[in-house]
């Protein structure tokens, strides 16, 4: 599967026990339109016969490698490893249980231009593959953000990346605590390295034995299941954004993000960091329809955000 005039696609695939859903992805890689790929496979120590589905598709396309590790080392290390063999000019990131238009890959690269990471929209299916209906991106105004953006919310989904080799390699090591594809994201979109194309491309699916649903499942059992997770992952995220911003200018604007995720904090400065968040609505909660200031639903979803991280505060640190 090799056209010499077009560049080499690394499709990096990470798997550990994904035998359920992981033959319909590796169907839908295989026959991409875009002809110059290779599908680079790490398999995190898996214990059911994704071993053995791998070794399989291996011995029919020599354009997948594969590669086992001798024990479990995380998704987001084990990403880290897969790119890190990747050969290609370009690297695309892939999940084990989601399946690909078969456009996918050509349509990124065709629009990635001289950007070091582009990312697109994913429709959502369920366990039996059947629509939800819905997309990941409900919300895709785009044109006007900053790195400001993503401080919260990350947007930039891992499975629907496309990035130079260069430029994803160059912002090794992933940190071992929250989300690879969202410090990415941070990173290219400060730099001016990221472009939307707003198009769906992948059927991503929501299933309970998915990374984030097992989370949610852990974090109920301290009653506060998915913001309990947001949580965790926003402080070792925005720690890492401000220890890349601290010797520049932007390090004062993460200062009450910081001090609202890691720091006990006054009344007095709860209400500050609560104006600070009004104030900064409409670049802060990127996903979240524009409203005025004035607005009351504004501010329920300021508040909202403020009480769960609060709460989360308290049972994971101990003190608000």
């Known amino acids: 599967m090799n056209d010499s005039n077009i560049p080499l696609v690394s ?5 550990y026990n994904g035998e359920k859903y992981l033959q319909a992805q590796l169907d839908s890689l295989i026959v991409q339109t875009y002809k110059n790929i290779e599908i680079i496979i790490a398999d995190d120590f898996s214990k059911d016969n994704t071993r053995s589905i791998l070794s399989n598709y291996q011995a029919l396309y020599p354009f997948i490698k594969v590669f086992l590790n001798s024990e479990n080392i995380g998704f987001n290390k084990n990403f880290e490893k897969a790119i890190g063999l990747a050969s290609g000019e370009f690297v695309a990131i ?6 690909w238009d078969l456009n996918k890959l050509e349509e990124l690269a065709g629009n990635i ?29 785009f044109s006007a953000i900053n790195y400001r953006s993503i401080l919260i919310n990350n947007f930039v989904t891992g499975h629907t990346i496309l990035a130079r080799s260069t430029f994803i390699k160059a912002i090794l090591p992933f940190s071992e605590n929250g989300y690879y594809d969202w410090w990415i ?16 491309l992948t059927s991503y699916r929501i299933h309970s034995s998915s990374v984030i649903q097992k989370e949610v499942s852990l974090a109920d059992r301290n ?5 309990l997770v947001n949580y965790k992952s926003c ?25 609202l995720y890691s720091k006990k904090t006054s009344a007095i400065q709860r209400t500050f960091i ?47």
């Open 223 to 227: 009653s506060l299941g998915l913001s």
């Open 11 to 15: 499709i990096v695939l990470c798997t």
């Open 113 to 141: 231009g001289d950007k070091g990471v582009i990312f697109s929209n994913s429709r959502l299916i369920d366990e039996n593959s059947s629509p939800t209906g819905k997309l990941l991106l409900e919300f895709t105004s």
């Open 94 to 99: 892939c999940d084990q249980d989601d399946i």
């Open 274 to 320: 609560l104006m600070f968040l009004l104030y900064y609505y409409n670049i802060l909660f990127s996903l979240h329809k524009h409203r005025k200031i004035t607005s009351t639903t504004r501010f329920k979803i300021v508040n909202g955000y403020l009480k769960d991280v609060l709460e989360c505060k308290l049972q994971v640190l101990g003190f608000i």
């Open 185 to 200: 994201g941070f990173v290219a979109i400060y730099n001016n390295q990221l472009v939307f194309l707003n198009k769906t």
């Open 235 to 259: 402080k070792s995220q925005i720690e890492t954004f401000a220890d890349y911003l601290k010797n520049t200018q932007e390090n004062r604007f993460i200062k009450p993000l910081i001090s």
